[in-house]
């Protein structure tokens, strides 16, 4: 008889150019790969991820795109992702054309980023099923649904009337106007109209989600009923998918070992993602702050995250003397070790998704200094629906650091906090160990574009 040959499909990702969405999809890859799938990357000029050994077994095209990488930088991420969907359509058609003739037709499907929309036309034109991955939370995707749907201008007048940020947005409770995920890197119209543009997700033939059930089950099913899809929640794919991480910055591990000669749950982490940005006043009451807090700190601070400055040389020389008294700083760190580390007691964050996911699965609790976008949303929900965090608002004074670090590593307050961090991330622990949610939600997208059997 003769024997039957199986064929791998392919699945297409197309990530954007960001490390806070690039390790989720890289992630979902290894996951897609382990259930069988051929991985095809499709990258822009700006993420380098194809040169990292881990994805040696994913396939890696480039699209070309006339926006530099300094564009990036001076239009910031809202903007530039605006320029980029436009002028990406085509090429990304042309490299879906090249690769169904050279591969033969064996695309199960294209997942692009919400923020890739670009995606749509060529999956279109081809007649590939699609489906729209987002790496934030399920409550931000429900924000970003219902601000598409309120009239622009309301929006942005409400928005502007600083009576109205401490009420709660009608339909979204706990959330405030002012958790709402409004960006600093641009106007309110733009946000409105990228809003219009990421949630109409009609093309696709599902969502995926980088959350869990346990974590927000009204926020899932909203999405569920409003969008008329099925929604998977997948995550948090960092546990699910136990892949290496894609960093774009280099590690730097020597944190590890001074984190070895600190007393458990005795240091706080400070990081702000790969793209938050800050001013020197506010480092500084940071440092005041923690300083005389008297607990030890890890302090991450990207090289151009502080205004004119390539890394932190211009601090002034009092930020380095109060630093050094009790802290450690690095550029990069290895997060995911650094917060899995017994010595982390807290860690201090801009709230991104990846990082809050992250916190949550070691059990660590946060304090929240969100920047923009669905951080305010993260933070909100850290402090007021899971209680595993204490979310700082306004302006940043050395006193409000020293108590809130104070409370997190010292006082009964931060004890608690830190058992329901635990209980958290043991009841998100066993919900992907018994197969019943997050890993389910895989196999059943699996399932979706199950193997081609061949002859
Ligand atoms: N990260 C890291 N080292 C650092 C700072 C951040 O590895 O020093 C990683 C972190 O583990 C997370 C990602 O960068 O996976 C940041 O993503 P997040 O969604 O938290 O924030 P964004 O960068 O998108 O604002």
Known sequence: ????????????????????????????????????????????????????????????????????????????????????????????????????????????????????????????????????????SATAFVCRC????????????????????????????????????????????????????VSNVRTASAVIINTASCLESSSLAWLQRELQLPVYPIGPLHIAASAPCSSLLEEDRSCIEWLDKKKPSSVVYISLGSLALMETKDMLEMAW????????????????????????????????KLVSERGYIVKWAPQMEVLRHPSVGAFWSHCGWNSTLESIGEGVPMICRPFTGDQRVNARYLESVWRIGVLLEGELEKETVERAVKMLIVDKEGEDMRKRAIDLKEKLEASLGSGDLSCSSLDELVNFYKYKILK
């Open 1 to 136: 008889m003769e024997a039957k040959r199986v064929k791998k499909r392919r699945i297409v990702l197309v990530p954007v150019p960001a490390q806070g969405h690039v390790t989720p999809m890289m992630h979902l890859g290894k996951a897609l790969y382990a259930k069988g799938f051929s991985i095809t990357v499709v990258l822009t000029q700006y993420n380098r991820v194809s040169s990292s050994k881990d994805f040696s077994d994913f396939h890696f095209l480039t699209i070309p795109c006339s926006l530099t990488e300094s564009d990036l930088h001076t239009l910031g991420p809202l903007k530039f992702l605006m320029k980029l969907n436009p002028i990406c359509e085509s090429s990304f058609k042309n490299c879906l054309s090249n690769l169904l003739e050279e591969q033969g037709n064996d695309i199960a499907c294209v997942v692009y980023d919400e923020y890739m929309y670009f995606s749509q036309a060529a999956v279109k034109e081809f007649q590939l099923p699609s489906v729209v991955f987002s790496t934030t």
């Open 146 to 197: 219902v601000l598409a749907r309120v009239n622009a201008e309301s929006f942005i007048k409400d928005m502007k009337d600083l009576e109205a940020q401490d009420k709660v947005f009608p339909g979204l409770h706990p959330l405030r106007y002012k958790d709402l995920p409004t960006s600093v890197f641009g106007s309110l119209e733009s946000l409105h109209k990228m809003y219009c543009e």
């Open 289 to 320: 702050g923690l300083s005389n807090s008297n607990q030890p700190f890890l302090w991450a601070i990207r090289p151009g995250s502080i205004p004119i400055s390539e890394w932190t040389e211009s601090l002034p020389e009092e930020f380095s």
